[in-house]
């Protein structure tokens, strides 16, 4: 048997990560048996999970995944901190899926330090940078809010660096309303609390989304023309307010006046203008594009809401859904193709071939559908699952709303309000009805308000306890870090950061100084051959782009490239950009300098026989002319 020796939990990463792999652990089980995965699917009456399946499938495949291996493998840590590195995790997490976890919160964790070293940390104008990672490891069971530590060893929060403290650097609006949305996303992920003394309170977030609202309802990123993607983004950020009765006075940019709304009035409002938006097929355009991501997001937007996407009669079109739109998009393959239009400002996406942007939309968007099928949290909700208790307070309160009629009892309608503002404050949203209530209520002359502030909140019962987790270093890690070659390359960067990660939460045990040890050098020689492999990249662009007019004089500088460039390991040389462009270079100078090189020896070959030539002459006419003086000379003698 393996010897295992106990690590010390994550902390709250640890926390979190039990709590999901609790709540999940039937799906995790479920999803390893295709028979049971359709069962399942063919239970809530549509088969969203094997959709997810198909699209993990052909990710794994587009990734060189091996067989039953993970989709975050270090091919595709590569990429973790960026757009295209972080949204399949969000998709994998949300749907309770297996996967490298630990890998991804490892590297994560580097890769944030690292970028946390420079001036303008994770961006310097995007803070959906700090709202997408943000998201990504909340969905592998980690903590935004302690996620390593900066160069002056205080813990790095990503909340507060990314949302409310966001404009002590850069205007969390700097970006558009994208950071105004996904701030807000973000923010609300788990509730989080906004300290005082905090640059935005949440209203100022809120506010700076309606603000932005345009006169048929909808949201864009630019321009007056509303756009489904972006007003859909702005319903997901909107979501947990809806059944808020709280008013909002702000200047609509769009109008130039002031207007006061609630954000139940300008999402109705959106729905409408989505509605309207939505084409015969079921999907969405956007941009002037038939395409499956912007049918995505608003597929997202409503299961938000806690609304049916397949049910809602303002979605269905020619008797085709949203997910009648979403499928006519997936290839054979398992994955989604971005449109099947081609778009020239898109070159990577082919009209015939699945595309991993669309890929991953899909797959989120799967887990929404799912989540609400199954009566989870929403998407980006990743708090703790409601106890069975509080599912069963919503309930019957949902039950009692569902009665509410125009002639309502004021009693029965105060009952129900009472019951309303009894759950916790961010429990609320999970209230399907409550406008139907709301309106029943001031119609009644019932002051919402007095009830609201006098009801005391009552918490529901946990269902359970959780209990401790325990990780280990075990026998395979020690594999792993002794099979470590002894010429390392930056293909060990995953192995050794995921290895030294588990190794310094480790509790003690023989040998582990030594592994610490070996780990951290061979972190430190990574770190010195990707610097090396980034000067040279920049050297590249600095000193040889565009490549034209090169000269003899800048062949010293090739040379001192292509050295470099040959000290490096096969793999690492792959990294290095343009070098088809400097052997170019190197073969064009050198071809000069051998043309020069010949011109010379030529020249001096040429120099030299004619001076040996003009010697020979020279040499010849001097023995002519001594012979004709001797012969002149004996000519004389015998005259004489």
Sequence with gaps: MPEKTALRPYGK????????????????????????????????????????????????????????????????????????????????????????????????????????????????????????????ILAMGGDPTDIGTDADGNPINLIADGTYDRGKTTPLGRQGINGWIWGLITLDSMRYDIPKGAYYTRDDIII???????????????????????????????????????????????????????????????????????????????WGTENVESTDQVVVALCCLGIDPLKDERFIKNGKTLLDGILKYRMSDGGFVHSYAYDPDNPTSHPDKSNSMAGEQTLYTMAALWRQSMGMRTLYDFREEQSNALKQRISDLETGISAVTASADRTALEELLTAFYSLPEWERSYVKGYRRLSEAAVSAGIDIDRIADTTGVIESPKDGQNDSVLLYFTDSDRKAADGLPKRLTTEQYVTVTTLLDKLRQCGDFDGKDAYLEKLSKAKTDIAAIQTEIDSINADIRARLYPFTNMTLKDRKTVNSIVGRYNALSEYDRAKIERWEDVVKTKTQLDNILRGIVIGVILSVTASVAAVFLVRRIRKKRRSKEKAMEELAAQYENEDG
């Design 208 to 286: 700076g989304i309606l603000r932005q609202q345009l006169p048929d309802g909808g949201f864009a990123l630019s321009g007056k023309t509303s756009d489904p993607d972006i007003t859909a983004m702005a319903l997901q950020a909107l979501a947990p307010y809806y059944n808020s009765e709280k008013k909002y006075t702000y200047k609509q940019k769009s109008l130039g006046q002031e207007v006061t709304k609630a954000v139940y009035q300008v999402t109705e409002e959106a729905l409408d203008c989505l509605s309207a938006m939505q084409l015969d097929t079921g999907d969405f355009a956007s």
């Design 13 to 136: 990463e640890a926390v979190k990560m039990k709590k999901r792999l609790a709540g999940f652990l039937l799906c995790a089980i479920m999803l390893f048996s295709p028979v049971t995965l359709l069962r399942l699917s063919a239970a809530v009456g549509n088969d969203f999970l094997s959709v997810a399946d198909g699209i993990i499938a052909w990710k794994k495949a587009d990734n060189r995944s091996v067989n039953g291996g993970y989709l975050i493998n270090e091919a595709y840590l590569e990429l973790a901190g960026t757009t295209p590195g972080d949204w399949y995790p969000i998709g994998l997490g949300r749907l309770g899926i297996a996967d490298n976890y630990a890998g991804y919160l490892a590297v994560i964790r580097d890769r944030v330090e690292e970028r946390y070293s420079q001036p303008g940390k994770l961006s310097a104008a995007k803070a959906t940078e700090w709202h997408r990672i943000s998201l990504a």
